[in-house]
């Protein structure tokens, strides 16, 4: 499989991660709300369930916000073409690991291999950051080799 399809299938097992991950989101958001709305208003001064619940949703609201917002950051590496160096969007292949760089997803299945999602806001990527194919960075006291980016 080329480079280029290769990335294609990566976005779009990620994306379907992440829409799994906003689905769940919301239907934690709404069931907090339906807790809350069926339990009604407090019954006395010291009953804080359904505040709970609405702190709960709330919570879960925000979560699913920015989950939103990284589906859609997501979807723009579909237009970064022609990547040669280590940035947002790059698939980053190592003599140790395959990288991701997107949004944290953590460990992705492809194809019977293993990609790590990761957000260009983790120590490693800063490590590996505008680095080419053949170079090498030391990340932890440990000197690692790229082998390939795209």
Excluded: W
Excluded at 35 to 63: H, I, T, V
Excluded at 96 to 112: C, N, R, Y
């Amino acid at each position: 499989m080329n480079s280029e399809t290769l990335k294609h299938k990566l976005i779009e097992t990620c994306e379907k991660l992440q829409r799994d991950k906003i689905a769940s989101l919301q239907n934690a958001m709404d069931e907090a709300q339906q807790a809350a709305n069926e339990y009604g208003g407090p019954k006395d001064r010291y009953d804080s369930f359904r505040m709970q619940q609405l702190n709960k949703k709330d919570m879960f609201g925000s979560q699913l916000q920015k989950a939103n917002s990284e589906f859609i950051a997501l979807e723009k590496i579909k237009e970064l073409i022609n990547i040669k160096k280590v940035e947002y969007g790059a698939v980053v292949i190592t003599e140790e690991q395959k990288l991701f760089i997107s949004i944290s997803l953590g460990k992705v299945e492809l194809d019977h291999d293993v990609y790590f999602a990761i957000s260009p806001n983790v120590p490693i990527f800063e490590a590996m950051k505008g680095l080419k194919k053949n170079d090498s960075f030391t990340f932890r006291g440990k000197t690692t080799k790229i082998i390939d980016v795209f």
